[in-house]
C-alpha cells in the first residue's frame, strides 16, 4: 500500500498560481503511475493530470497548458504546478497512485486526504 500526503492548496485569485505536492510513502513500487484528480461539489471525481513512471503526462483538456505535472523520484514526490487559475478550477484536489494507468479511477490503489483549491473571481 502507498501512503500519500498532499499540500500546497490554498485560497488564490484568478489568474494566479499554486503549487500542490505529492509525498509518498509505502510500497513505492506498487505506483505504476501516480496523479491528480479533482471534485468540485455537485461534480463527479476528474482527472487533472498523471505521469507515469517513465515520465509520460496526461492531462485533461480544461488544464492544458495552465498546468504541468511533474515527479521527482529521489523524493517520492510528485508535484501539480497551476498557473493561470480560473474559478472553474475551484475543487478538492487528490493525489492518485495507481498499478496501472492512472486514468482508470477504478483501478486507482491509494488516495491521499485531498487538499482545497478556491479560486476568487
Known amino acids: 500500500q502507498v501512503q500519500l500526503v498532499e499540500s500546497g492548496g490554498g485560497l488564490v485569485q484568478a489568474g494566479g498560481s499554486l503549487r500542490l505536492s505529492c509525498a509518498a510513502s509505502?510500497?513505492?513500487?506498487?505506483?505504476?503511475?501516480m496523479g491528480w484528480y479533482r471534485q468540485a461539489p455537485g461534480k463527479e471525481r476528474e482527472l487533472v493530470a498523471g505521469i507515469s513512471n517513465g515520465g509520460t503526462a496526461t492531462y485533461a483538456d480544461s488544464v492544458k497548458p495552465r498546468f504541468t505535472i511533474s515527479r521527482d523520484n529521489a523524493k517520492n514526490t510528485v508535484y501539480l504546478q497551476m498557473n493561470s487559475l480560473k474559478p472553474e478550477d475551484t475543487a478538492v484536489y487528490y493525489c492518485a497512485a495507481s498499478p496501472v494507468s492512472i486514468v482508470l479511477i477504478e483501478r486507482i490503489a491509494s488516495w491521499g486526504q485531498g487538499t482545497q483549491v478556491t479560486v476568487s473571481s
Open positions: 509505502g510500497s513505492i513500487f506498487s505506483a505504476k503511475s
